[in-house]
């Protein structure tokens, strides 16, 4: 989940149909009457998205993890695979606002390739959220590469990582081979990836693009959010795929 200062952007969350007057004539607008940040719109997506798969009954094939990434992975604000949906929802609801934090995709990947690395699971899953582009990426010994405003090149000796024929080292890029990492063997997991905001569309072109799964028949793997509607349908579409893999008894991460 994106913890970058962006998400403390407030975004409507209630509309009301309001009657007012031009002229001693009434006429209907709609207005706001109630806002929320993006970071509490999605903290409350997410923790839905736990109590879907996680129920109370829970037979124990499903164990989630959580990560969270600004400026860098965020360890203390991330909890790993565990069966506790409430450990996870504590951790998702313990989330708050920062500031003059940039977007670094590639760390939060890595965190969620790390957590599953040793998972002997089925099905392994990860759903990105993310309001921007890739602005900062992990280089070598962990040095923190990318200017933090925007995807661009970082020439510098500590920060050449990318691996891929026409890839360079931008943040976008060194998120690709990350989430290509996640996708292949062993891990073998798929990624869902949702662009949320206001600049969603452009958003989710990349994660549809360079970072989410590629869609079949049955699934779509990226997704557009701009308001708190679309992104709690994001998350039921996910989930509803999640639980028909459920149904096959299998063991998902």
């Known amino acids: 989940l994106d913890q970058s200062a962006s998400m403390n952007t407030e975004i409507c969350t209630k509309y009301e149909t309001v009657t007012k007057y031009y002229k001693g004539k009434p006429y209907e607008e709609t207005e706001c009457v109630e806002s929320k940040s993006r970071l509490d719109v999605a903290q409350g997506a997410a923790v839905k ?5 996680i129920p109370i009954n829970n ?18 604000n991330s909890i790993s695979l565990t069966k506790n949906k409430e450990s996870v929802k504590s951790k998702i609801n313990s989330l708050t606002e920062v500031t003059n934090n940039g977007t670094n995709v590639h760390g939060g990947l890595r965190a969620a390739k790390d957590q599953l690395a040793s998972s002997t699971a089925d099905t392994k899953i990860v759903i990105l959220l993310s309001d921007g582009k890739p602005t900062y990426f992990y280089g070598i010994d962990d040095e923190k590469c990318g200017n933090g405003n925007t995807d661009s090149v970082d020439k510098d000796d500590e920060c050449e990582v990318v691996t891929q024929p ?7 890029d060194v998120a690709e081979e990350m989430a290509t990492t996640i996708k292949s063997s062993p891990i073998n997991a798929e990624i869902y990836a949702i662009g949320f905001g206001s600049s969603a569309n452009d958003i989710a072109s990349f994660l549809k693009n360079q970072i989410a799964s590629t869609a079949t028949e049955e699934k779509s793997y990226a997704y557009s959010a701009t308001d708190t509607e679309d992104l709690e349908d994001a998350f039921a579409k996910i989930a509803s795929d999640i639980k028909n893999t459920l149904a096959t008894d299998a063991y998902v991460t």
């Not at 998205?49 to 798969?53: P, R």
């Not at 037979?59 to 203390?76: A, D, I, L, P």
């Open 166 to 172: 026409g890839n360079v080292n931008k943040p976008s």
């Open 59 to 76: 037979n124990g094939n499903v164990r989630v993890g959580f990560v969270s990434f600004g400026t860098y992975y965020e360890s203390n």
């Open 49 to 53: 998205l736990v109590d879907e798969l």
